[in-house]
């Protein structure tokens, strides 16, 4: 036979219930939007320089070749404008628009992922693919700002270089691609021709 409860157990449970109830884990804020345009333009002076004409409000930075820009409002509609406003001024050029934050799209997931080219949106990517082939940068850009910090202290602030600077940027970086197309030129053409024999 089992001796009745006595008269502080109710009292007892109620305390560790409302213990528990004290101790339980508060929600967790919502994690801040951030969106980055990625492109082939490994020197973040030039991107920023390119940016500056479609006045897309960014920082622009590089790594391993590749240079982000990290758009100042991070919103789905801002990202997306922005995304084809570079693609359409930079013809030719594929921009890659990854977003981290809520989507309209019911079927996008926390992280998105698009590729654009002269204006238009060509075609939605798996971000964890584009994240595996790219600098750690990019991925801490979107998910880890902290460890983003010090890229983004060297950042090149879009909104704060003159008209003027990005010109003169711009004007540097066509003239080195013009010597250095005339360099391959006569290199090859060195090498056309017959050796004179003695």
């Known amino acids: ?6 008269d502080g157990w109710d009292q007892a449970l109620a305390e560790l219930l409302a213990g ?19 492109f082939g333009i490994g020197d973040k002076r030039l991107l920023a320089a390119l940016l500056k004409g479609p006045g897309i409000a960014a920082r622009a930075l590089d790594a391993d070749g590749m240079g982000m820009a990290v758009l100042d409002d991070p919103s789905e509609q801002a990202a997306i404008g922005a995304a084809r406003t570079a693609s359409g001024t930079l013809r030719g050029q594929q921009v890659l628009l990854l977003r981290r934050g809520e989507s309209a799209d019911p079927a996008a997931g926390d992280i998105q992922a698009y590729l654009y080219l002269d204006g238009l949106e060509r075609q939605r990517i ?7 082939r790219s600098p750690q940068l990019l991925e801490d850009l979107l998910i880890d700002p902290e460890s ?5 202290a060297g950042a090149v602030d879009v909104t704060k ?10 004007g540097r970086s066509v003239g080195a691609a013009r010597k250095a197309a005339r360099g391959r030129r006569s290199r090859g053409r060195g090498q056309d021709r017959p050796e004179k024999s003695e």
Do not use: K
């Not at 798996?126 to 595996?132: C, K, M, Q």
């Not at 270089?161 to 711009?170: E, F, G, N, R, Y």
């Open 148 to 152: 983003a910090a010090s890229a983004l």
């Open 126 to 132: 798996s971000p964890g693919l584009v994240l595996a």
């Open 161 to 170: 270089l003159s008209a003027a600077d990005a010109i003169a940027i711009i």
């Open 20 to 38: 528990q109830s004290e101790a339980a884990p508060e929600a967790a804020p919502e994690a801040a939007q951030s969106a980055v345009l990625a």
């Open 1 to 6: 036979m089992t001796a009745p409860p006595d």
